[in-house]
């Protein structure tokens, strides 16, 4: 948890502090859609396939500070930064990075875990769950 609230306070100080495109208005479009979008998401996958959480199998409220305070940071970081004006192969270079400095995060955030790690894996049957010791 004590992760979670680093994680958020740098991201959101990271995205507020960098901000010199985005308007007020965009911002909470942002956030906005960011957080519907996601919830909506968690809730096929997280309900219906029972696919992952964040904290525990049940419903949390401490699982909304990441909906909400995590992941709309981390969009307006990349709208913020990302090359409009420039050539589509710097846009691409800039699309790939990014999601290679997402995945960092969370091999990161993962090593930080004590006890199991669960992964999904997509599969002709839909998704399955498997339950793996850290090896980390």
């Not at 960098?18 to 479009?29: A, D, E």
């Amino acid at each position: 948890m004590i992760g979670l609230l680093i994680a958020i306070g740098t991201f959101n100080l990271l995205a507020f502090s960098t901000n010199k495109r985005l308007t007020g208005n965009q911002i909470l479009h942002i956030w906005l859609f960011t957080i519907s979008f996601q919830l909506l998401f968690d809730l096929f996958v997280e309900f219906k396939y029972h696919a992952y959480w964040y904290f525990g199998k049940e419903l949390e409220w401490r699982g909304i500070l990441p909906h909400v305070f995590l992941v709309p940071p981390v969009n307006m970081i990349f709208l913020n930064w990302y090359p409009y004006k420039k050539a589509w192969l710097k846009q691409l270079f800039y699309l790939v990075s990014f999601v290679i400095a997402i995945l960092i995060y969370e091999v990161i955030t993962l090593r930080l875990i004590h006890g199991d790690i669960f992964i999904m894996a997509g599969g002709s049957c839909g998704m399955r769950q498997y339950s793996i010791q850290s090896s980390f």
